[in-house]
């Protein structure tokens, strides 16, 4: 995922749900997802860049946690998840006496982002081998087949689910159901990897679950 600046920016409250109203969908999309690309050096606890913002940025810990509840495999496009952070934030607005500020150094900057997509010549022609090709992806691939795809495919379902779907739709169907249960946003790609491999082999590995 290549991060592109917006030009956009915010050093209050009021400043971040204003700019929300007007920013490209794809930088929503970035600041909830990106995160899971970068390397990790502050507080995990916090699960998008709007939550770590209200609480390194404006220090206001009840705002970041409400913010960080906010689960976008839970809504159903970037327009209704970008609605879910402004209700939030207006919410916290009309809760206040006045806006709070951050310096211009640690002032929100809106990035946006643009998938980058590369072949990496491993192809599989049928269920059996998703295990072991689920087994040899890297971060990027996992990012890209199980959460990005959501956006991008007719049922916003993951490229595992949508293949086997298409191919076997009623032989696969309890595969998808478990496959549908893996949240990949509370955990890291690392996480998400280890979760898809386990139910791809357990159902797939020795032709069907046990």
């Not at 206001?60 to 839970?74: C, G, H, K």
Request: glycine share 6%; hydrophobic share 40%; net charge negative.
């Amino acid at each position: 995922m290549a991060a592109i600046a917006t030009g956009r920016s915010a050093q209050n409250l009021k400043e971040l749900r204003d700019e929300l109203h007007y920013v490209d969908p794809a930088s929503v999309y970035f600041h909830f997802w990106g995160g899971l690309l970068r390397p990790e050096f502050g507080d995990p606890s916090y699960h998008n860049d709007f939550a770590r913002w209200a609480h390194d940025g404006l220090h206001n810990p009840a705002l970041a946690e409400r913010l960080s509840v906010i689960d976008p495999t839970d809504h159903d496009d970037l327009e209704v998840l970008r609605r879910a952070v402004i209700d939030v934030i207006e919410d916290e607005l009309d809760r206040s006496d006045a806006p709070e500020w951050t310096s211009r150094e640690n002032r929100f900057l809106f990035i946006r982002s643009q998938i980058v997509i590369f072949d990496t010549g491993i192809i599989v022609d049928e269920p059996g081998g998703l295990p072991a090709a689920a087994a040899s992806m890297s971060r990027s691939s996992v990012f890209y087949h199980f959460i990005d795809a959501r956006r991008r495919t007719p049922r916003a379902t993951e490229d595992f689910t949508t293949w086997l779907t298409d191919l076997h739709d009623e032989e696969h169907r309890e595969l998808c159901t478990e496959l549908a249960r893996i949240d990949p946003f509370y955990g890291t790609l690392a996480e998400t990897k280890s979760s898809l491999v386990d139910v791809l082999e357990r159902f797939l590995a020795k032709g069907g679950a046990e």
